[in-house]
């Protein structure tokens, strides 16, 4: 009836104008509006739609013209058939898709746009100022080797000036620790030189991943000058040879402008040795014929060879024999390297190679693990391990552990297997391919470092204080992180200087002294402190003290306390020698230097107990375990501290995603997204150069 | 008047209910709208917004529960503040923005759906056929190597048997002309056999863009094994040594299991020779102090010394002098691929070096070509040459023409240079790096094939006829494509063949008899078939008819016809040795193979003249030249015959679309792409490994 008068007014009014489109139609809709309104009776709640309608009839009116028609489209354009909902739904997905290409498109334009502007037009060239020095070094030294004490870049710009006569901090080695170090460092502070035969930083828990081609070598390295740029630092690809303690200089050599090996010195007031280790020969013949996986570029030769043995394995002159023997692939150590690799290989051999090779090369296939241990992964808790063998058992990856290599030979790899009752056997077993992960040892380099002090008795590792420092280098001059040091456990022999200021206040010797309870506690919070791993080992301290006061007489003497604190030490485990760890301690040492950088100025005037500087200005270094995980064949295992759980598909997700956030940079993470998008589309290239 | 009323009516119905909200509003509503409407007077076309109301408000009821909010929010619900334009503007962009995120994030899971079954789980081993004689091949031929009839993956799949005994084709390289091919050709005509040392295509044209790390090594490159698996082929890491034609035996030999090379015959129907060529020495000393640039791997070399040079000339003991030699790279050589290589070295150097390593490097760099031609990219158009030269001097990077290369030492490079008056000098360039890309020679084996026919005179490439059969071989069994072939312009050598038809219709001998100007014209018709590159010559026959018709008898006797033809001869040019040729030819190829492969069957009924039967079936390879382009440092040129132009960084985003076009597979493309945004992000990474 309302709607009726409606269009008979307006028809009166103006015919052929608008509002005599207008006006019938507008009531009508209030009618159906009501009348849906009644049937359902919904709350007045939601029951805006008039007003939005009015609304979104203004918004037409005054759309800004500047937007595409799509926008308008998807806000307010009238639908084709509004009868028909799956008319509706595909006008709907049609416009968001379009919002979707726009926009895409648009970032596109955006990025090529930014694009244009990364290219250089005209060659820079201005006039540089170089310090006849850095020119010309002066010579000197026990060997009279040129000195390095400028560099060609140290007046490149204002910053660099800056920090030419700061104190130099001297940091050997682009691994996990020196990087994580110089991460941590605020620019400005030390003049930074990095020394290295390498100019990239290596993700090397990834390494296996390259190794067939999961992932792109240069998605797992990060070139180590742009990690010094940030610290105004200097980087030389050179090698350290040795040190003088004394001069304060580390003698490092480099290939020169003909090839041939040039010395030098390089002065430093603070030197950090972080030059990781080399693999373990555990002196087996034959270590020529294998390859190794410290590299980025042992990834790639691996990666070559694995394919040379593909294709050779094609020839139709390549015997049936022959051909089982060049696809059996040999993994020596059942550590995470080893494991890995065998997983990647696996994953590649079963995914990639059905697709491009003979069928007839999948069958003959084999993939061995030789483990000296009882179980692969040993130092993950007992469960994974097992989850990890069965994995491979179903992948058919032939697992033989109590095994020890005794040499290998160009064609086949001799090895000795304990069986269940002990009894020891020698097999051998014929292959194409050996990697030679089993455990690492110390660089020469480390080495003759060790040899110049009495008090560096490990043989695997150069030993450090908790403080990080080299054990019997001047205090606070040389410090060794990563894979190439260990960290002393020897809580009894500092008892001493433990007991120094209690026996000072008392006024007594500390051997004679008699240490009560309260004093016990004291002593304990010292321990604490300066050994942070060994503070699980002192919760406890009644409990302790009662076991160690053999005489109930209420106080420990200096023999009863001894024989804690050594027990305690027999309690301390050496840290594991993990990326982790070195990431830990480089943190740590940056931490600390800046904390030094800082207080230098104020220090002389500083009361510090036993002029230990770095005691003085910052905590000892504790390691704190994070867990380890381990990828093992579309599937991968997380351990933290005997807590752990294995898992299929989205482990391995959850995998890569602990590393894609552990990655180094943003360019490495886009690479590695990149590469795994690669390795879904396209699978891993088959193809060796 | 009437919104009140209608205001009025609703209140009174029900006070209350939605419809109290309902009335009062839409009416006002209609009330604004007629106003806009009259003040303004619009035309009724565009005056529908009422009706869309009703609409949008229907849209609202009805809308799908599935669709996410923001979609919801986007078509129709109410803004926060109807009158402020920017509110609205910020309102629809956040929309937008919502609507991109969500599509963008549905894709992304989609693709890690995708990814997730790209992960194979079970081991797939079945057990496979395998014919004796592809384990044990027989041994034959004049050699008595083995013959490798059969192959091991002859029986995987009910494919592969199928073609098992189809007309067997090998084809020895896997560069253009041999991919085009394989594309080409229709799967399950012919029992293909692929061989070459490479089991990739290398895209050449970018190559020395992978130099400089501006595009990743394996960008360029596709596994050969997936594009030969399209036509159920067979691919042999192998290396063509020679051929047997009477046996119709390929010898070939290959690093077997243990390194040594082994020797074998593959049998053929059809042989397609595209092995390419190799570095032209020019027989010039000192070649071993040089970097070529022919593979991927080259690439690879010149990168790392490249970047190791860098790297010596930040080392304290370079001395200025020795610097500045590490930073002189010379390019023996102004082809495209020098030039090019040339224009990404100092991309690299202008754009990436500065940003990691001391200014004072960029100062001392100097970039050298040597061109014995009096310009540089002498096979382009003059203007165009002219444009690269001024473009590299404003870079300053120094072209020396008019020069030859005497002898490469170790540490410079002696070339004579001839100067304006003529008078040649010879000088040297103290240089750290030194590029050899000097056009290119036959490879050994062509040059062994060719020495086994008289008719074999060309010293740079193989001969073929205009149906790319190898001159000489029995017809039909040998072709020759790409940089080891060229084709034949001896159309007066054909001379006979064209009058036979002629001579066989009047019953003359072709020598003795006289041709008419209509004879003139069949014969003009059957010389372009034959040499369809001499249809250029041949456009006004009636001119050339009077210009040799020398005693004006209106005739042309042998004599004057030969005159004739020798004179085209004279002005065909031999094909340029590029990709754009091999790959004409590869295609040309393929299809000429399909065709053969239908007619086949039919062939023995049909009555083929002079039993040619590549003549019968398919016309005659005509080379279209689709034009040159190069890039020369922030700027590219085209040339299309003579007509070109060259620009900067639009023409160099041309460059690349050309050629990510023409690109082999989505997969490099992707790769391409991907390369290109890193670069815009990261540069190019200055690591070596």
Redesign the interface.
């Known amino acids: 009836m ?1 709607s009726r008068r ?1 269009g008979f ?1 307006s028809r009166i009014a103006t015919p ?8 019938p ?6 009618g ?3 009348r ?3 049937s359902n009776g ?3 709640g939601n ?16 759309l ?1 013209k500047q ?1 595409p028609p799509i ?1 308008r489209s ?6 084709p058939a ?1 009868t028909s ?1 799956v008319v ?2 595909v006008w ?1 997905s049609a416009a ?2 379009g ?2 290409v726009a ?2 498109g648009g970032l596109l334009v955006a ?2 746009i ?3 502007t ?4 005209d ?6 100022p ?1 310090s006849e020095l ?4 002066r010579r000197g030294g026990p060997k009279n080797l ?1 000195i ?1 004490d400028y ?3 140290d007046d ?1 710009c204002s910053e660099n000036k800056a920090i030419k006569h700061k104190p130099k901090l001297v940091i050997l080695g682009t691994g996990w620790g020196s990087v994580a170090l110089l991460k941590q460092l605020h620019p400005g502070d030390y003049h930074v030189t990095v020394i290295s035969p ?3 930083f290596l993700f090397t828990p990834m390494l296996p991943s390259a190794t067939v081609g999961t992932l ?3 998605s797992l ?3 180590i ?2 990690i010094v ?1 940030r610290v105004r630092g200097h ?4 090698m350290a040879e040795d040190v003088e303690f004394s001069e304060k200089l580390v003698e490092v050599s ?5 090839g041939e090996k ?1 010395h ?1 010195y390089v002065p430093y007031d603070k030197l950090v040795v972080g030059v990781g280790s080399v693999t373990n020969p555990h002196g087996v013949k034959g270590l020529e014929n294998c390859h190794f996986l410290k ?3 042992d990834a ?1 030769l691996i990666r070559n060879s694995v ?1 040379r043995n593909l ?2 394995a ?7 024999e ?1 051909r089982r ?2 696809l059996s692939f040999v993994v020596s150590g059942g550590g995470p390297t080893g494991v890995e690799f065998a997983a990647e290989l696996y ?1 590649m051999l ?2 990639d190679l ?7 090369l ?2 003959e296939i084999s993939v061995h693990v030789i483990q000296s241990r009882s179980h692969i992964l040993n130092t993950y808790d007992e469960a994974l391990s097992q989850y990890a063998e069965t994995r491979f058992a179903h ?2 990856v032939d697992i033989l552990t109590n095994s020890r290599v005794q040499e290998v030979k ?2 086949r790899i001799l090895f000795s297997q304990k069986d269940e009752d002990g009894k020891v056997v020698t097999k051998e077993i014929p292959m ?1 391919f050996c990697l030679w992960s089993t455990g690492v040892s110390q660089t020469d380099f480390c080495k003759r470092l060790a040899a110049k002090f009495d008090n560096q008795n490990n043989r695997h590792a150069l030993e450090t204080d908790t403080h990080l420092r080299l054990a019997g280098a001047p205090l606070g001059d040389v410090y060794a992180i990563g894979d190439c040091a260990t960290v002393q456990n020897n809580v009894s022999d500092h008892i001493v200087s433990f007991l120094r200021t209690l026996a000072w206040e008392k006024g007594k010797d500390p051997e004679q002294m008699h240490i009560s309870y309260s004093d016990w506690r004291g002593v304990a919070k010292r321990v604490k402190q300066r050994f942070p791993q060994a503070a699980d080992h002192l919760r406890r301290l009644d409990k302790l003290f009662g076991a160690y006061d053999k005489d109930n007489s209420g106080t420990l003497d200096f023999g009863e306390l001894r024989e804690l604190l050594s027990q305690i030490d027999s309690k301390l485990t050496s840290l594991p020698a993990t990326a982790q760890r070195a990431h830990q301690q480089g943190q740590y040492l940056g931490r600390k230097f800046n904390r030094i950088a800082q207080a230098a100025p104020g220090m002389t005037l500083n009361q510090v107990d036993y002029g230990d500087l770095d005691d003085a200005v910052y905590k000892a270094f504790e390691y704190k375990h994070l867990g380890s995980l381990a990828y093992i064949g ?1 599937a991968a295992i997380f351990d933290y501290n005997g807590r752990g759980f294995g898992g299929g ?1 989205l482990a ?2 959850l995998w890569r995603s602990v590393y894609f956030a552990q990655s180094v940079s943003f ?1 490495t993470r ?2 590695l997204a ?1 590469d ?8 891993r ?5």
């Open positions: 309302l409606a007014v052929s104008s608008r509002t005599a489109l207008l006006y139609r507008a009531p009508r809709a209030l159906s509006q009501s849906v309104s009644f919904r709350l007045p029951s805006r739609r008039p007003e939005l309608a009015r609304l979104t009839a203004l918004q037409t009116s005054r800004p937007w926008l998807v806000s307010t354009k009238p639908l509004p909902r509706r739904f709907r968001i898709l919002i979707f926009v895409s990025f090529f930014y694009d244009a990364t290219y250089r037009e060659p820079a060239v201005t006039d540089i170089v850095a020119l010309n070094p040129p390095a560099f060609v870049d490149d390498s100019n990239h792109e070598l240069r390295v990060e070139p000058r742009g740029k980087f030389l690809k050179a480099a290939p020169g402008p003909n040039q030098f590299d980025i570029s790639r394919i294709e050779t094609c020839l139709p002159t390549t015997s049936d022959e023997r060049l994953d079963n995914e059905c697709k491009y090779f003979p069928k007839l999948r069958n992948d058919s160009p064609d194409g579309n598909l391995v997700y360019r886009c690479l990149m795994w998008s690669k390795r879904a589309l396209f699978g290239d088959l193809m060796n150069f």
